[in-house]
């Protein structure tokens, strides 16, 4: 997931970074997880000193340069991860409304004292590096999106999932 994340942000050129892809791959996630109720990856974010980490992606991308991951783009991705429609969508909402944040307001975004990091590093005596529980994950997302499950205004607008995912509408949240 983090190598769609990182194709799409060299497509709509909004600069990349390993902080940047962390941040984005974890607000996806999120996203994800409110709109189909299952996990996007297989890994769970952890909570590490500076926000929610995927681990395996950090390990990943600490060799890696701006440079190197400036060169990955769609044709590095298999065919059936290009194609899945609410991936798109949900890729298309975070790129629309965070791809063009700089890594450190997207840093500040996800460590607010309002977010599940931070209510599990406050109330967790031993959380670096643990699982932030998916029931937050959710339940911070749904308060940020106006989340109908069974909206009367079926089919989704434009942006929205499919007919057998509940419907979101966004607004733009702001980095403070």
């Known amino acids: 997931m983090a190598r769609v994340i990182i194709a799409e942000l ?7 970074s390993n902080d940047k892809v962390q941040c984005l791959l974890y607000i996806a996630y999120g996203l994800w997880l409110l709109a189909l109720k299952y996990r996007l990856t297989d890994e769970r974010p952890e ?3 500076q926000g ?3 681990s395996a992606v950090q390990h990943e991308l600490a060799d890696k340069t ?5 060169q990955i783009d769609d044709d590095d991705l298999p065919p059936t991860i290009r194609k899945n429609a609410d991936l798109r969508k949900v890729i298309d909402l ?4 965070f791809g063009d944040w700089p890594d450190t307001a997207l ?7 309002c977010t599940p990091w ?22 911070f997302f749904a308060s940020l999106y106006n989340y109908e499950p069974k909206s009367p205004r079926f089919p989704p607008k434009a942006g929205a ?8 509408q966004t607004h733009t949240p702001h980095p403070f």
Do not use: C
Not at 10 to 16: A, E, I, S, Y
Not at 66 to 70: D, F, I, K, R, S
């Open 10 to 16: 060299n497509r709509r050129r909004f600069g990349v």
């Open 47 to 49: 909570a590490w000193r």
């Open 52 to 54: 929610p980490v995927f």
């Open 66 to 70: 701006e440079a190197q991951l400036a």
């Open 94 to 97: 975070v790129m629309e409304d």
């Open 107 to 113: 840093k500040m975004w996800n460590v607010r004292d």
């Open 118 to 139: 931070w209510q599990f590093i406050f109330h967790t005596d031993r959380w670096e590096r643990q699982p932030i529980p998916d029931s937050s994950t959710y339940e």
């Open 161 to 168: 999932f499919s007919s057998n995912a509940p419907n979101f």
